[in-house]
């Protein structure tokens, strides 16, 4: 196991889907860790099996409290700042919440950061993109936005302004900060509650339940496994020189909706049938989905040498494994 360049870290959402991986990895690798979590979409039961750690602090607290994080700030070398509102279904019920928490937590997060000279990870979307419809999305193109009143833009505009921060304070006063837009990123610990395609899926398989795929099942997605995108999280911020820059992590194995239930059905030996939902039943009226998304990895190899190595067969497997043990049924 590679060392970490930082003795100490502070995460925000770390009792989170992904937060509850990079904790872990961290401790893994000898850093003491504080966790920072509110508890909105993260839960104890993904970090239960840490709480013994000797080297990890819990916090139950908002990444929105100054006071939290003025006391913290300081008493770490790196911010990871993962707190955020998840899932377009999220997005499409809790819309004022969503745009308020992502937008206020970056910028308390970010001037505790500036504040006290600590360097920060920020975890932003490939939503960012938008429309954009040249794959691979490059970090550098044009994102195409679609129109205000559509609420799903809602996370797509609040993430875009984290990044236009972040990036505003390295540009003002060179605060070393570290962004990452995640692609679909699954595995072990995502919860179907907010809408998330492969937990979905395999809970619908393990239950007998049928798969629902929206719209024609034609949409693209490449997904990444969470223990890939932690290993990304855990290598960027030892660059020093990828400060003040964008970075794409995800996967380029694509996959289109309906392929991707076929194999879930597949690989849990499930009799569900597939059944197609118009979209508009599935989020309501005037949805936009995007037909495909791919990462272009360029930048993430020549800064930090990574490139995802699971493949989606068994990252399915890894979900399967997890959910299975989760819901005993
Ligand atoms: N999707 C689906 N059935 C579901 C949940 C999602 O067909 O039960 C589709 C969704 O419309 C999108 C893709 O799967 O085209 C990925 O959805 P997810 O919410 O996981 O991530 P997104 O790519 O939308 O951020």
Redesign the pocket.
Known sequence: MSKFSYGSVLVTGGAGFIGSHLTEALLARDCRVTLLDDLSTGSWRNIAHLHDHKNLRVLKASALEPDVLDREVPAHDLVYHLASAV??KLIIDQPVKTVETIFRAAETVLSACSRYRRPVLLTSSS?VYGKLKEVPFREDADVVMGPTEKRRWAYACAKALDEFLALAHFHETRLPVFIVRLF?TVGPRQVSQY????P??VEQALEGRPL????D?T?Q?CFCSVFDAVDALIRLPQQAHAAGQVVNVGSQEETS?LDLAKRVIKLTGSKSEIRLVP?EQ?YGPGFD?MAR?VPDLTRARDLMGWTPQRGLDEIIRDVIADLRTRTPR
């Open positions: 899932g377009v939503e679909n809408g998330m395609v492969l979905n899926f629902t795929v929206y719209g099942g949409q997605r909706i979209y599935a989905d998304r």
